[in-house]
């Protein structure tokens, strides 16, 4: 949940703090990813304190996390902005945490993607860091599109599209990170939808369903979702989402798309929302 503590976040009609909203449905979420087998959500924080950016980054990478989650409700000048809309880091975020990074390098032997550091030369340090933040990025945008495609199930959409900007929450090359706006707590219908814990319990719906494609494709090694793949014979499998294409599934996955195609026993490309596509080994 973002915000807390002396950061309210934005304010809504009647003094609706975004920090009280955004922790609800925070809690919700993780209530309902731990009730799934192989899964268990770690909370930022867990009440109405504030807890720095870095921190939250660092807090992520001690728990070992798999993805990380940042909870907000948008708010503007006008108040007739409206919409749910999903955030990944920009390349110029990525540029910027590189430098960042290299300039602690000297005091720390951080882990960047199970790769040490501290024993490389800046010119190899940063060559490892921009390709270890490059597959995060890759892998931040495909968890955008699935919790996309689910959070326009429940409320009107602000952005289409995965949209980037220089969240500094966002910026860890660990792990795939985005950031959620629920809605416009600007908004008088948004945030009266926003106070409604039926509508947190929908948002909070849509992000858990969205996480779960996502790891149902992408599942980490050594986890109970990539033992049952790799048991049930089924290997690797994805569910076609709005927007997906063909070629874009097998260049996401690197294969090809005749092998696609041949795994899958298509005789055209053309594919249907909610289809599960077998992925051939790459």
């Known amino acids: 949940a973002g915000h807390g503590g002396e950061d309210p976040g934005a304010l809504g009609p009647g003094n609706l703090r975004e920090k009280d909203v955004v922790l609800k449905i925070a809690k919700k979420l993780k209530d309902k990813i731990d009730k799934m087998p192989g899964y268990r959500a770690q909370l930022i924080r867990t009440g109405d304190y504030y807890i720095g950016l870095t921190k939250r980054r660092e807090l992520a990478r001690k728990y070992q996390a798999d993805m990380f989650v940042s909870i907000h409700a948008d708010a503007f000048s006008d108040a007739r902005a409206n919409g749910t809309s999903v955030y990944a880091l920009s390349p ?40 270890s933040m490059t597959a995060s990025l890759d892998a931040s945008l495909d968890v955008g599109r699935e919790v996309l495609a689910q959070i326009k199930q429940v409320s009107k959409l602000h952005k289409k599209r995965v949209e980037q900007a220089g969240f500094a929450v966002l910026k860890s090359p660990d792990m795939p990170s985005i950031l959620v706006e629920t809605g416009f707590i600007s908004n008088p219908q948004e945030s009266r939808r926003l106070n409604s814990s039926s509508y947190q319990l929908k948002m909070a719906n849509a992000i858990q369903t969205g996480v779960q494609r996502y790891f149902n ?6 986890t109970l979702i ?25 260049q996401r996955y690197k294969v090809s798309v005749t092998s696609l195609k041949r795994t899958n026993s298509m005789a055209s490309n053309k594919i249907r ?6 992925i051939p080994a790459s």
């Open 217 to 222: 494709s992408h599942p980490p090694d050594g």
């Open 92 to 131: 110029r975020g990525a540029t910027s945490a590189s430098a960042k990074f290299l300039a602690q390098k000297e005091n720390s032997a951080d882990l960047v993607g199970g790769v040490s550091l501290s024993d490389k030369d800046d010119v190899l340090a940063s060559v490892l860091f921009d390709l």
């Open 226 to 250: 990539a033992w049952q793949q790799q048991n049930s014979g089924k290997g690797r499998q994805y569910v076609v989402s709005s927007g997906d294409t063909l070629s874009g599934i097998a």
């Open 273 to 278: 929302i909610g289809q599960k596509l077998k």
